[in-house]
């Protein structure tokens, strides 16, 4: 039966040289469409030999595939998608945003050359990390800085020029794995260092770091527990303490911060968290945090703290590769520089402003969108319910922001369904379920994507009915 089906499989040359495929070689070139029928076909007989009944074999059908795949497989695999999961730091939807005033001044660098690394004064070579770390001084009070790739790569750096063949001294409640592939333990192996654990998981104290200090210690770590929290009988070591520890024995101090923030949220209603400046003043050596996370800005890993440490890691090799393009820093640069400006930074960074949206400004915007949703007629149900979002990107865990959800249901189709529909279309919405129905989150949608999410919905509706 098998060796029939697969006998009656179109050939190669029959499908290369059918008209339709003929035409898609013309628009998308023989390479490409080629690759395309060879996978078809493949598909069609790895089915047939795993005994899949009902393998459309005829060449119509393949055609069809075929020009199909050609179709989608010429699209960018990257697009922008509409977040309505209230998921402000969204990891898998790339995190931070970035505000349209830097999205102009991209497009004025990125596609030309630039002084990226020329120094127009005085005619010569320059530096690319001078303008940056000028303004992460003025924003953290430290003595130097330096950027890097993400905060992984920053702190693999440190690691790296810091404990070669040394032990580094880590509290046993600290040895945290983000987002599934940063794992502490791994990125001091990593960088050849020897893990000193110390303490327990709930409470570590000042003198379980003096008694592991050795003649082999490299440096003290202290990693911010950003994605989980230990609650109850828990004590950890303050990092002033820390600090003065690190001066005693001469040893460098790291603190790993994960999410960066540089201005105090705390009047917000968030809990209390360190800042990198305070980071600093209590004495840290070496601060490293990204710059997607509560920051609002790029990619990017970000060091501060003393220059006798950070110099040390400017002439570390390692750097050259995981060093950070224009891109990274022009739109790091114009980020720092909002914070430059305190007064409207919680209007001109994009995630301080979508996470500190009034209750006012929530309702309003779920408003807009289920009146501009009703107007799709009575196939579609529509409600405005209370709900949280999260902060994500493993910043702030447990806390949970009070939003407002427009939660939808369509005739005739299940909520699974119609969340895939929304998730799969040209301009893909991301959304949650809850109990039979789809719902968007309007903090993380802008006012501009209102008229976008009624076009996706009225595109679904016209094809269920
Ligand atoms: C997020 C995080 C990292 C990894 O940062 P990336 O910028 O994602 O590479 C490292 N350490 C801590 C504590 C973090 O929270």
Redo the contacts with the bound molecule.
Sequence with gaps: MNKKQLSQLPKMDRLMNHPELQEAMQQYGRTFVKSVIQEEVNLRRESILAGVEAVEIGIDRLVFDVKKSCKSGQQPYLKSVINGTGVVLHTNLGRAVLSPKIQEELNQINFGYSNLEYDLEKGERGSRYEHLEADLLTLTGAEAALVVN????A?LLALQTFIKGKEIIVSRGEL?E??GS?RIPEIITLSGGIIREVGTTNKTHLHDYEAAINENTGAILK??T??YKVIGFTEAVEMEELAALGKKYQLPVMN????GLLTDLSSYGFPEESTVQMCIEAGCDIVTF????LLGGP?A?IIVGKSEYIDQMKKNQLLRALRVDKMTISALELTLKEYLKPEKLFSSIPTLHLLTLTKEELVGKSIKLKESLELLGDALTVRIVDGFSQVG??SYPGVQLPTQLVSCQIAGITAEKFERLLRTGDVPIVARIKEGEVQLDVRTISESEITIITAVFEKIIKKMI
């Design positions: 993400n905060n992984a790569a702190v945290v983000i987002g940063f990693v911010h950003s994605n790993d911060l994960g999410s990204s710059g997607d996370k990619q890993g990107g493993g």
